[in-house]
């Protein structure tokens, strides 16, 4: 394989990921996901079957749970859009599990790209967060990376 090498001086996205991580499994209970996301202060979870990774929730798809889904809109329109139900939909999201509520399209990076790269991909995809997995592994979960990471990197370097 074609291989880039890239100037010693420009930032690797494993110089700035975060390596200890909380991760949940398919069987993690909303409950429990949601006091991670709050009490960790993060904004997504992987979801991982040891330290492959299958999944990803962030704090957006669980609160897109509680608006109505596509067929209750059509079946209902009055009563679907009524903004003083939703948060009702509470107790009904209650019993999910990650599984059910994961997605399972991930966008992620690998430690030897540059920062810039793995910013792009989060800005383009408006995402705050990205799984950082192993080169030629199958989605094994490393680490991750934020826009805060990048830019807290990017503002060390300004002011040194």
């Known amino acids: 394989l074609f291989k880039l090498e890239l100037p010693s001086n420009v930032m690797r996205v494993k110089e700035v990921m975060k390596t200890k991580i909380s991760t949940i499994t398919p069987s993690t209970s909303l409950r429990e996901i949601w006091n991670l996301i709050f009490k960790?202060?993060?904004?997504?979870?992987?979801?991982c079957i040891g330290k492959k990774m299958v999944g990803i929730i962030s704090d957006k798809d669980i609160l897109s749970k509680l608006y109505p889904s596509y067929e209750e809109v059509i079946s209902d329109f009055v009563h679907a859009r009524r903004f003083e139900d939703m948060e009702d939909r509470l107790g009904e999201l209650s019993g999910l599990t990650a599984k059910e509520?994961?997605?399972?399209?991930?966008?992620?990076?690998?430690p030897e790209r540059p920062i810039m790269n793995a910013l792009s991909k989060m800005l383009l995809r408006n995402i705050?967060?990205?799984p950082v997995v192993e080169e030629n592994q199958e989605n094994i979960l490393i680490g991750m990376i934020s826009r805060s990471d990048v830019f807290r990197a990017l503002y060390k370097k300004v002011v040194k």
């Open 101 to 110: 509520i994961m997605t399972t399209t991930i966008y992620l990076t690998y």
């Open 128 to 130: 705050r967060q990205m």
């Open 40 to 47: 960790k202060h993060i904004h997504s979870l992987p979801v």
